[in-house]
């Protein structure tokens, strides 16, 4: 059985003004079907008003094993967050 | 990962997976007898749904490192099980209702834990899934409903589908802890959060009153309050067929399988000429540029 088909991954935008947002996979021999196939599998309950498709081995993706060294530098960044700093009562809403 | 973590994974969702697909057989039966077009509609919605929590599992095995097709071809030469309770014949439209309410509701308590199972991939898919599990016991229990309070002959069908189903729903928990051969490991790894005894007395407990609302007489006579436990007492199923059942004794393991073997081989065609023709678009649109 090596005729499989290919795997795409689907992003779907809800009806809430999002962004397209994955909500899983599926196989399709084509973009063409993949969408036919997303809206059957992912959209039977009106989940969504768009869909994106994408085959999966076009996708590069973060290595787990690198999470240290990418997010880490972050967390000593507290100033970055508006709530670092002490804003008097006075001054009101900022 | 460790493998044998990936291996079990494997198994659980691979199983889970060819159950969605094979448990579309027993309902898909009555599709085209369906009593109106509104029950039909109906059926076949959550026929399709099947299907869709079949594909959701297949793609949350395949991201373990396993294709779809191995997935496939394991199930179609019998390497790997479904559920046993797709195992019994749908005989007549009660069962429609009886297989909705408590062959769907005995899953929800199995996949509502797994929401939460470590494995991500899958704990997604069972989200989606328990959202549209509700809807097939729902309308299981209002085919029951109609047959339940409708003419005496209903009331007679409604009544032999509860009492032909209860104990395969039962065994649909699987084996006491003490017999059951993953579940100590399973839960070690937080795969399995409950135990299938603890599943099985909630079902019990939740169902019972069902029954009576339903006016029909309870399946087991062993069915007892227990005020001490808070719960019902209840007659152990026969487990000998549980494991009849899984051995391909069951009344329609030949069927199911060969149902599955021809469906795939018919379609082999169509799998085919599709990715031929999408090779050949894909060929030209190369060419052109």
């Known amino acids: 059985m090596k005729n499989e088909w290919p795997l ?57 094993s690198n999470k240290g060294p990418l997010y880490e530098p972050a967390e000593s960044k507290v100033y970055r967050h508006p709530t670092f700093f002490d804003i008097p009562d006075e001054v009101g809403a900022m | 990962m460790p493998a044998g973590y990936r291996k079990t994974l494997i198994r659980q969702i691979g199983q889970h997976a060819h159950s969605e697909i094979v448990g579309q057989l027993p309902e898909g039966n009555w599709i085209t007898r369906a009593p109106t077009l509104e029950r039909k509609a109906i059926l076949l919605a959550k026929v399709q749904d099947e299907a869709g929590h079949g594909l959701y599992l297949y ?14 071809e394991k199930l179609l030469d019998g390497r790997m099980k479904y559920s046993s309770i797709f195992n019994y014949p749908t005989l007549n439209w009660a069962d429609m209702g009886a297989v909705g309410w408590l062959v769907d509701g005995a899953a929800i308590l199995n996949q509502v834990p797994l929401q939460r199972t470590s494995f991500g991939p899958y704990a997604r898919a069972m989200v989606r899934v328990c959202k549209e599990e509700s809807f097939h016991a729902r309308q299981g229990f209002d085919v029951m409903r109609k047959m339940a309070t409708g003419t005496p002959a209903q009331q007679k069908m409604a009544q032999d589908a509860l009492n032909r189903l209860w104990f395969p729903a039962l065994m649909m928990f699987g084996p006491s802890d003490a017999e059951s051969t993953h ?19 909630k079902f019990v407990d939740q169902t019972v009153p069902q029954i009576e609302f339903l006016g029909l007489e309870l399946p087991d006579a062993g069915i007892k309050w227990n005020e001490a436990r808070g719960s019902y007492d209840y007659s152990d199923p026969d487990w000998s067929k549980f494991f009849d059942v899984i051995q391909g004794n069951g009344p329609c393991n030949v069927d199911r399988l060969a149902a599955r073997n021809k469906a795939w081989k018919d379609g082999a065609w169509v799998r085919d000429g599709l990715l031929a023709h999408a090779r050949k678009k894909a060929a030209r649109k190369h060419a052109a540029e």
Request: aromatic share 6%; net charge negative.
């Open chain 1, 8 to 64: 795409w991954e689907v992003f779907i935008r809800g009806q809430h003004g999002l962004s397209h947002r994955h909500v899983g996979s599926l196989h399709a021999p084509d973009a063409e079907m993949a969408i036919k196939n997303a809206r059957d599998v992912y959209t039977r309950r009106n989940e969504g008003v768009s869909i994106w498709v994408v085959e999966a081995n076009n996708i590069t993706a973060s290595s787990p």
């Open chain 2, 183 to 201: 579940s100590e490991q399973s839960m070690a790894w937080k795969i399995k959060m409950n135990s299938n005894d603890e599943l099985r007395q």
């Open chain 2, 59 to 72: 793609c949350a095995a395949e991201t373990l490192g396993v294709s779809r097709d191995e997935l496939t």
